[in-house]
């Protein structure tokens, strides 16, 4: 049976007994910090299995992607040395969510590995486990699969008992094996609890399926109380299952991993030898690397310094030595990678758009391991023949630092020879390293500016040389240089000077150019203007003094450039994270770099959903956080191509190109740059938007800018905070007091218009020729009550006048129509001044609702008296 069978069959199964078909979570869970990997099916459920979230099924089905290669699962060390470890391997599970319990889950597991239906595996060549406490599933395992009591073996917490952590919920795990050693037809062999202890530690069963019935609540305390709604969590692993099926005894043998192996034999020329002895277990650790690096790669891991990105780079870096092992000098994994994709589309189609990146990312990797590998390999072997009995501390350092060697594979390789590895000595060498570059970095910073007297005149002149010579821009590395001009003019009360050593940048790339101050011999020239032309680099300045062409002091403004490079290195870090989270197509279209803020183009379709924008900045953060050092080197433009560089103005570039790499991140840029992402401090979303089809924008603030950003959003919160009289902390809860006391005013309003509009008198309803009318008080003041009174009123009404009278002596009148009334000509505006003339007042307003007031308020009674009789005329009138 070929494992995308047995995919297929195991969801189908449950999906036609009421679970939904869940797809597989990321291997990276975005929400989840506390876990490097995903190791297991339920990690995806975590919340609903705590209570804290619900979905719509209470059954569900995955075949979930696993990496147990770092954390708390980790089998990476024994992958390739036993027939059933993958760092990547698939679990197939299926969930309950306090709905059905043990018996309907031993119920399934059981019928769906031994129906000829399904797994059809004879029962008598399997074996289960329980928790010794858990007489009840022991039980329900005689009852409903027919099991005989001593077929079925307990076992303690170590194996049996599951926990998602110190508290939470837990419970008793039921595992399935299946016997290695099984002949058909033999007559079934008992063994007894210790024989059974003792075979599976030797290796004679295979777990293929462990249930978890998570039914206790644990407390800090350590106390377990039952939960309410017990839950069920299963596990089975997809490539066990395949080697059963498939009468292999190794999960390497099935077609999971059969054709990876041979094509590593083509590779390196000579066959897959059949196990995992001798160069063996270097192909599985290559097969099985090929499919954990894929996999990560398509998932949005890459290779970095640190966190999940290190696992990865230790795994292509384990892999590589492994080729090495095998005799091969260039890269291995990336051509696998293709075929990994091969093999797993069917059921992961998304990896097919990634084809490309995964190999590329993969084959960069593998390259630049392959150019140090064997000086570090040289090292170890210089150390093991001064026949040390450790590796030092120091040593280790510099396996790291120079040849790139993660720790764990020098320990490996030293514990081969029977070697050990000084951690701690390697831990104090690595802390002392950062040390070192914190400093060094910080006094290349300690540059200053000067400025001297400014004096005046000019005049007009052509280009002047005054020395021959190549113009060196020197604005990589300092913002300051001591030299002379090659060339200047005058012209209009303006210097156009070209230096000989230009620290100042000239626009490109979407980065501005710099200001700053060139210092001659008794003139100073403010340099407010940068551009290229064909002597090199000009800058001018406005200086209305003779000039004369000494030797200069030029200074870029300081603070000014750091802004930018904060912001320019922001750039390559939003870049790299857009196409993490959007995917490959993300492509630069264009960008603005200045001291204030980053603006950055690129090509995606619609808008980014607010919670993936705040995802994309908080990588970029971590970015910024992991200080990872930004290297800029020069190379040939193929070179930097194969490294993976990200060039998308390919036509622009000559043949040797700058490529700038900073954590995952690596471009062809000509602009300048911060030493070490963690300068950014921080990064800041402002907005995005669209630009044209296909083409989105984001704004974004780093460093001082960001700060600002964040001290404006304080301020606004403070000021509104103190107009709703409360402070920011409490601020959510007085709007929603104030929302409840509007809804409240509300009702009253409704319940005043009921009783006829007025909060005094009922109203007096008269029919005037087919209008209805109503005339009553109101005790409001307040336009804006009034003017819901009118609204609610007019809503739902038609052919319907209302007068209304204020109560409060000041002789406030007011008169809302109905649309209709409004439409047939009439405004409410003419009969308030008919109303009001009586008393010598008048008024005006919309044609729907309009207010006015008396002349002489003593005389309002009357008016009101008359309103009957002006209304009919009024509306004779109209
Ligand atoms: P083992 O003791 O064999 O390492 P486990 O107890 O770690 O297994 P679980 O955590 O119960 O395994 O995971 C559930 C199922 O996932 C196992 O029954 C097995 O089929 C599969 N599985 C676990 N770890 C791996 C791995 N590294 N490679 C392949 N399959 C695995
Ligand atoms: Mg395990």
Not at 219 to 224: F, M
Not at 248 to 274: A, C, M, S, W
Not at 410 to 425: H, K, W
Not at 661 to 667: A, H, L, N, R, W
């Amino acid at each position: 049976m070929k494992s995308s069978v047995i995919r297929r069959l195991f969801l189908d199964y449950f999906v036609t007994r009421g679970h939904r078909l869940v797809s597989s979570g990321p291997l990276a869970p975005a929400d989840d910090p506390t876990l490097l990997f995903t190791n297991a099916g339920m990690v995806q459920f975590k919340r609903v299995f705590q209570g804290q979230e619900r979905r719509d099924y209470e059954r569900a089905t995955t075949c979930q992607k696993c990496v147990r290669a770092g954390g708390k699962h980790n089998d990476l060390e024994q992958v390739g040395l036993t027939r059933r470890h993958h760092t990547f391997f698939e679990m197939l599970g299926n969930f309950s969510f306090g709905d059905y319990f043990k018996r309907e889950a031993i119920a399934y597991a059981w019928e769906f590995v031994t129906s000829p239906e399904f797994l059809g595996i004879a029962p008598d060549r399997l074996r289960v486990t329980v928790h010794h406490s858990d007489s009840e599933a022991r039980a329900l395992w005689s009852e409903v699969a027919g099991l005989p009591p001593q077929s079925v073996y307990g076992l303690g917490d170590a194996d049996n008992f599951w926990q998602m952590g110190d508290t939470g919920p837990c419970g008793p795990c039921s595992e399935i094996y299946v016997d290695l050693e099984w002949t058909p037809g033999a007559p079934p062999r008992v063994l007894s609890q210790e024989e059974f202890e003792r075979q599976a530690e030797a290796g004679r069963f295979l777990e293929i399926w462990n249930l978890v019935f998570m039914q206790f609540d644990r407390a800090a305390d350590g106390t377990l109380t039952p939960l309410p709604r017990p839950a069920v969590d299963t596990g089975a692993g997809l490539e066990r299952i395949a080697s059963v099926l498939q009468g292999k005894d190794d999960n390497f043998h099935t077609d999971l991993f059969q054709p990876l192996l041979d094509r590593i034999g083509e590779l390196v020329g000579t066959p897959y030898p059949g196990s995992m002895e001798g160069p063996g277990a270097s192909f599985r650790v290559l097969a099985d690397h090929a499919r954990a690096v894929t996999f990560l790669l398509g998932d949005g891991v890459f290779p970095s310094n640190e966190g999940r990105g290190y696992v990865l780079r230790r795994i292509l870096r384990r892999a590589v030595r492994h080729a090495w092992l095998l005799g091969r000098r260039e890269p291995t994994l990336s051509p696998l990678t293709g075929l990994v994709i091969d093999l797993m589309q069917e059921a992961y189609p998304d990896l097919v758009s990634r084809r490309d990146d995964i190999r590329k990312w993969t084959e960069t990797e593998e390259v630049r391991f392959l150019e140090t590998i064997e000086g570090g390999l040289g090292r170890l072997e210089e150390l093991f023949a001064t026949g040390v009995s450790q590796i030092p501390g120091e040593e280790a350092f510099r396996l790291y630092d120079t040849f790139g060697f993660p720790i764990d594979l020098t320990q490996l390789i030293a514990a081969e020879r029977g070697v050990g590895t000084d951690l701690e000595g390697f831990e104090q060498a690595l802390e002392q390293q950062r040390t070192r570059s914190r400093s060094a970095r910080s006094e290349a910073r300690a540059a200053q500016s000067g400025q001297g007297p400014a004096i005046k005149s000019g005049g007009r002149q052509k280009w002047n040389i005054v020395r021959r010579g190549k113009q060196k821009f020197v604005g990589y590395d300092t913002t300051r240089a001591e030299t002379e001009p090659l060339a200047f003019r005058q012209e209009g009360g303006r210097v156009e000077l070209v230096l000989h050593q230009n620290p100042f940048y000239a626009e490109s790339g979407g980065q501005v150019s710099d200001t700053g101050v060139v210092q001659g011999a008794g003139w100073t020239l403010p340099v407010d203007a940068v551009r290229k032309d064909e002597r090199g680099i000009v800058i001018s300045g406005a200086l209305a003094d003779p000039f004369e062409p000494t030797p200069v002091e030029a200074q870029v403004a300081e603070a000014r450039r750091r802004n930018i490079e904060r912001n320019h290195s922001a750039t390559h870090l939003v870049h790299a994270a857009l196409r993490r989270h959007l995917g490959s197509h993300v492509r630069q279209q264009g960008s603005l770099v200045d001291p204030d803020r980053l603006r950055f183009d690129f090509s995606h379709h619609g808008p980014i959903e607010p919670a993936t924008l705040e995802l994309i900045e908080r990588d970029v953060n971590e970015a910024i956080w992991a200080n990872h050092p930004v290297v800029t080197r020069e190379m040939p433009y193929p070179e930097a191509l194969a490294l993976g560089a990200m060039a998308f103005f390919a036509d622009k570039y000559g043949d040797v190109v700058r490529v700038v790499q900073m954590g995952d991140s690596i471009e062809l840029c000509g602009g300048t740059h911060v030493d070490s992402t963690g300068v950014l401090g921080l990064l800041r979303f402002r907005s995005q938007g669209g630009v044209a089809t296909g083409v989105r924008r984001v704004e974004a603030v780093t460093g001082p800018g960001a700060y600002a950003a964040l001290a404006a959003i304080n301020a606004r919160l403070h000021q509104a905070a103190d107009l709703l009289r409360t402070q920011p902390e409490h601020m959510a809860r007085r709007i929603e007091q104030l929302l409840q006391e509007r809804d409240k005013l509300e009702a009253r309003v409704q319940e005043m218009l009921k009783q006829g509009g007025g909060s005094a008198a009922p109203g007096q309803e008269l029919t005037v020729g087919s209008v209805a009318v109503t005339i009553g008080e109101t005790a409001a003041e307040d336009r804006d009550e009034i003017g819901q009174l009118a609204d609610r009123f007019r809503a739902g009404r038609s052919n319907a006048a209302l007068v209304l009278f204020g109560t409060s002596g000041r002789g406030a009148l007011h008169v809302a129509l109905t649309d209709d009334l409004v439409k047939r000509g009439l405004k409410a505006g003419d009969l308030v001044n008919r109303i009001a003339a009586v008393s010598g007042g008048r008024g005006g307003g919309r044609p729907a609702f309009a207010s006015g007031s008396a002349g002489d308020p003593a005389l309002l009674p009357a008016a009101r008296e008359a309103a009957p009789r002006l209304i009919e005329e009024w509306l004779a009138s109209a």
